[in-house]
């Protein structure tokens, strides 16, 4: 993947077990927990590309949101500001070789960033 390219999307779900079949049932996405991230299953699309996760719904997540590649998460942030949108979570690690952050654009959209290995 290279910067901007579109790496991951997480689908808010309420019922982890009803969501995995429901998706898995639907587009055929191979929907699997990942040692370490318990409670957040992984899925696959068939091409094996797109993919993402299922996370549990909240409050101020309530919508899928689909997460950026860049090449650096503090420089894209400190470009989101400059261009009027605004940080709503800062750079925060995934592993040891990768990282993430939520930023709102100024029309209220939230999106998400990834830099790092998958």
Known sequence: ??????????IPVRDMSSATSFYGSLFG?????????EGYPMWQA???VS???????EETFT????????DSIDDTLAKVT????????G?????????WAI??????????????EV
């Open 29 to 37: 996405w191979q929907i699997n927990e990942i040692p370490g991230f």
């Open 46 to 48: 068939p091409n094996q």
């Open 91 to 99: 750079r925060s690690p995934i592993s040891e070789n990768s990282w």
């Open 63 to 70: 919508q899928p949101r689909a997460y950026v590649e860049v």
């Open 103 to 116: 930023f709102r654009d100024a029309d209220g959209n939230e999106l998400g960033l990834f830099e790092g």
């Open 51 to 57: 993919g993402g996760g299922l996370a549990p719904r």
């Open 82 to 89: 400059e261009l009027g949108g605004e940080v709503v979570m």
């Open 1 to 10: 993947m290279a910067h901007g390219d579109i790496t991951h999307v997480d």
